[in-house]
């Protein structure tokens, strides 16, 4: 293995954990700066997201499903997603793709989990997302994760 598909790989990975920890704060902008311009976010048997705007959209809309949340945006109180299992086909010095699990939690648990596909491509500073194909394979009854997935695409 050469130098450069290490770093490659680590970069990923930090570009995978940023992507959890940037959308668990609601700090979409930062969010939004991980996707390539014609990136896009497909939730399976949701909506598919196109390009950073209709992302931001996806995920603000998200962000408020929780009304009995006491935080400003609506989210749940804690909100963390975990990811395990992470697979990285390095393709060249520019092109990765990507699959790992995730799990949710919230102040209550367990909340749903599911697994990420990913397309990567190298940005001029730093990796990026191409896509990212989210399926949710279940989610405890009543939980944020099953409220999130009852909302109509474009519903706000």
Do not use: K
Not at 20 to 46: I, K
Not at 111 to 134: C, K
Request: charged share 30%.
């Amino acid at each position: 293995m050469e130098l450069w598909e290490l770093v490659a790989r680590e970069s990923i990975r930090d570009l995978v954990a940023r992507y959890n920890a940037c959308g668990d704060a609601g700090r979409f902008d930062d969010l939004l700066a991980l996707f390539a311009d014609d990136a896009f976010l497909e939730v399976v048997g949701s909506e598919t997201a196109r390009g950073r705007e209709q992302i931001r959209s996806l995920m603000t809309r998200a962000a408020r499903v929780d009304p009995r949340s006491p935080a400003a945006a609506g989210r749940p109180r804690v909100l963390r997603h975990f990811t395990a299992t992470h697979q990285i086909d390095v393709e060249g010095p520019d092109a990765a793709s990507g699959r790992c699990y995730f799990a949710v939690l919230t102040a209550d648990g367990l909340d749903h989990w599911g697994r990420y596909v990913d397309r990567y491509v190298r940005g001029p500073a730093r990796w990026l997302f191409q896509s990212r194909r989210v399926t949710v394979d279940a989610a405890i009854a009543g939980g944020w994760g099953a409220r999130a997935s009852e909302r109509a695409p474009g519903d706000s």
